[in-house]
């Protein structure tokens, strides 16, 4: 095959003695051998670029007809149907069908039901006899035409032909070419890049540059890797997955206090909700839609009490549940997907997770960060109990790796009992707090509209940073 630089000269070489190349499909190259036309795309769009068109082409489509394989091997050789008249001797007798195909093999059976219907042939017993004294091959003659001009005049010889898989239609692309403006039998070489030789001398100020082709791909890069967060984010995912749980839609990163923390029962007066631990907006600072009935039902378990609770016994003020923030946690999600679900005619058992972003106003050092991920989930069923959710902790963090676990007694304000996990660290050889858990409480799923019955325990992992790290047992 030429390369690039042979067909430019070869193109250029004949354009300045014929001043034009009516078409390029008659171009030979100098080892006597048909130019591929893709390749010469290449020399041809070189040439004729901005900076230099030196040539112009114009692109010509033509439909010619091929022989296939098998075509061409009938035009070297003959017909199957000429191949059998050709093998059956003279006389009367013929020969044997059995003996015919013993000669001929496939093409036997090929070529004697297209002799028959040539009526060349005939059947006398079990042997096929000569019809007629001589034959014309037609399909050979035909295929001979096709493969010298490209088409047949008569177009049923061509269906005829194409059904029988002997020829098909192919598009063939070339080029008519002309001299550009910038006509030059040398090709100047242009720089591609700015080098520490042409800084030194100066030569860049004069250098013809190739210019820049933003429109390519590119290199693709041989590297390239998950973040470890983020193999680790889709390890948990899949272990969730297995378990049957469905991912909740965690994108909204800011959240109104009520669903971040009013309706998690949390008092606004608790100190999760000052300033110091929570980011507030400036603009807009709050929102105004929400649940309305669901809004008094919470006001009022807070307030007053219910649902076998005697609440907190303040003032509850909409506008506290109303200020928007950068979500403390995911609880947020799940308190909003629960009361979604409470909104359903027919209560179905659910098991939801997340794994996203959370924020809190820390201060940063080696161990804090303003913003981290949490995991995050929660079954609700009918009932459910703290040894469905111990059951369910061993069994997840089993998945992991991680075997040795011990829960602890804590207080959440939205689940009773609370625990929290903790696991065994080998290697700083001390017991590491793994995350928080519980049953949320009456006064958190009743207001939603949930059956008593119904309970929902629930658990978050905290920032999964730690759990990149191996545990192993003591």
């Known amino acids: 095959m030429s390369t690039t630089e042979e067909l430019q000269t070869l193109v250029l070489t004949i354009l300045d003695a014929k001043g034009t190349i009516p078409n390029t499909k008659d171009l030979v190259a100098s080892d006597n051998k048909e130019v591929d036309q893709l390749a010469l795309l290449g020399a041809l769009k070189s040439l004729s670029i901005a900076d230099k068109e030196m040539v112009k082409y114009e692109t010509i489509e033509e439909e010619i007809w091929v022989l296939t394989d098998e075509g061409n091997e009938i035009a070297d050789k003959g017909s199957h149907e000429a191949k059998v008249f050709d093998a059956i001797p003279v006389g009367e007798e013929g020969i044997a069908i059995s003996a015919l195909r013993e000669i001929l093999g496939e093409t036997a059976k090929i070529g004697q039901g297209k002799a028959f219907k040539n009526k060349w042939v005939i059947k006398r017993g079990d042997n096929l006899v000569r019809a007629v004294d001589s034959i014309i091959d037609q399909t050979r003659i035909d295929l001979e035409v096709i493969r010298s001009t490209g088409t047949h005049s008569d177009p049923k010889v061509l269906f005829e032909l194409r059904k029988r898989k002997l020829c098909d239609k192919h598009k063939v692309i070339s080029y008519s070419v002309s001299k550009g403006p910038k006509f030059s039998l040398t090709i100047e070489k242009q720089a591609r890049d700015v080098t520490f030789e042409m800084l030194q001398s100066g030569e860049w100020k004069t250098a013809n540059f190739k210019k820049y082709n933003f429109d390519a791909l590119g290199i693709p890069p041989s590297g390239g890797h998950l973040h470890p967060l983020m193999k680790v984010r889709e390890?948990?995912?899949?272990?969730?997955?297995?378990?049957?749980?469905?991912?909740?839609?965690?994108?909204?990163?800011?959240?109104?206090?009520?669903?971040?923390?009013?309706?998690?029962?949390?008092?606004?007066?608790?100190?999760?909700?000052?300033?110091?631990?929570?980011?507030?907006?400036?603009?807009?600072?709050?929102?105004?839609?929400?649940?309305?009935?669901y809004l008094k039902r919470v006001k009022e378990v807070h307030s007053i009490g219910g649902y076998g609770s005697t609440g907190y016994g303040y003032d509850w003020k909409i506008e506290e549940a109303q200020k928007l923030i950068l979500r403390t946690h995911t609880t947020a999600?799940?308190?909003?997907?629960?009361?979604?679900?409470?909104?359903?005619?027919?209560?179905?058992?659910?098991?939801?997770?997340?794994?996203?972003?959370v924020f809190r106003n820390e201060t940063v050092d080696a161990t804090h960060l303003a913003e981290f991920h949490q995991v995050e989930g929660v079954i609700a069923d009918k009932g459910l109990t703290l040894g469905d959710l111990i059951g369910f902790m061993n069994t997840f963090f089993n998945k992991m790796g991680v075997k040795n676990l011990r829960f602890k007694p804590a207080y959440n304000p939205y689940t009773e009992p609370s625990m929290e996990i903790f696991s065994y660290h080998q290697g700083l050889g001390k017991w590491v707090e793994m995350g928080n858990s519980g049953m949320f409480r009456p006064e958190m799923l009743e207001p939603m509209g949930l059956d008593p019955e119904v309970r929902v325990i629930a658990w978050g992992l905290g920032t999964y940073c730690q759990l990149t790290q191996r545990f192993d047992q003591p």
């Open 235 to 293: 390890e948990f995912r899949q272990i969730f997955f297995e378990m049957g749980f469905e991912e909740m839609p965690t994108n909204k990163f800011v959240e109104s206090s009520f669903w971040n923390f009013d309706s998690l029962f949390q008092p606004q007066q608790h100190p999760a909700r000052d300033a110091h631990d929570t980011f507030f907006l400036k603009d807009p600072a709050i929102c105004t839609q929400f649940p309305t009935e």
């Open 333 to 357: 999600v799940s308190s909003f997907m629960l009361y979604n679900l409470a909104q359903q005619k027919e209560f179905k058992p659910v098991k939801y997770f997340s794994i996203d972003r």
